[in-house]
């Protein structure tokens, strides 16, 4: 099981890019990078998945280096509407076995966006 | 498409009641989850069911049990409440068991207060 380690939190201000780096040192071969965001009193929604070099969706990008030991979520241009959490999972996209690994959130980067 | 439905929104508990929180998906999926939320914490993995007719603890079983009726619902009960079990509850349903891609899906949560 790959652990995560993220930022508590970050600030921002309306109109600015955002990265927020996931460090994952015991990454696995097979592994890949999902990230969530969950907005206040709401279920987490999957954002973006990755697993090498640069993933990029209408909503964000993802970045990740060769070794893949950390991965930075980068949110353009944010708005007030993107303060919210943003989880960053890394695991065994092919695990069909039931290893828990795979469903578990740690506690996330909580993003706030100021006027 | 209601995706994942999660009744009731709000429940308030006296400490020793019990009650079984609802969850249903509309998505033909085979895996569910049942996750806690405290102010401050990630989300914890309390039960999940990787197929109808199976279940397994999660990180956080303590106190709860569950029941996957069939393919679409989903139940959490507490037996007996107690005030630590104060949380939000999240529902959760993916086509397999892990959350790592697109196909995972979040209900809006249960808000419960134990007294």
């Known amino acids: 099981l790959a652990k995560t380690t993220q930022p508590i939190s970050m600030d921002s201000y309306e109109g600015q890019e955002v990265n927020i780096t996931c460090s994952h040192n015991?990454?696995?071969?097979?592994?890949?990078i999902t990230w969530y965001q969950q907005f206040p009193s709401q279920g987490p929604r999957f954002i973006i998945q990755?697993?090498?070099t640069k993933v990029t969706n209408e909503v964000a990008s993802l970045f990740i280096p060769a070794d893949r030991k950390s991965s930075t979520l980068s949110l353009p241009r944010v708005s007030l509407s993107d303060t919210a959490v943003y989880y960053c999972?890394?695991?065994?996209?092919?695990?069909?076995?039931?290893?828990?690994?795979?469903?578990?959130f740690g506690k996330g980067t909580k993003l706030s966006v100021k006027p | 498409n209601a995706g994942v439905t999660q009744t009731p929104k709000f429940q308030v508990l006296k400490t020793g009641q019990s009650m079984t929180l609802q969850c249903a998906q509309d998505?033909?999926?085979?895996?569910m989850y049942w996750y806690r939320q405290d102010p401050g914490m990630g989300l914890r993995l309390i039960y999940y069911?990787?197929?109808?007719?199976?279940?397994d603890k999660g990180e956080v079983p303590n106190g709860y049990n569950v029941s996957r009726l069939n393919k679409r619902e989903f139940s959490l009960r507490l037996e007996s409440a107690a005030p630590s079990q104060t949380s939000v509850y999240f529902c959760?349903?993916?086509?397999?068991?892990?959350?790592?891609?697109?196909?995972?899906?979040f209900g809006q949560g249960t808000r419960l207060t134990v007294v």
């Open positions: 959760a349903s993916s086509e397999v068991l892990r959350v790592m891609n697109t196909e995972a899906f």
């Open positions: 015991n990454i696995a071969t097979n592994d890949y």
């Open positions: 990755g697993y090498k």
């Open positions: 999972l890394v695991g065994d996209r092919l695990d069909y076995g039931g290893s828990q690994g795979n469903l578990i």
């Open positions: 998505m033909n999926h085979n895996s």
């Open positions: 069911s990787a197929s109808e007719g199976t279940t």
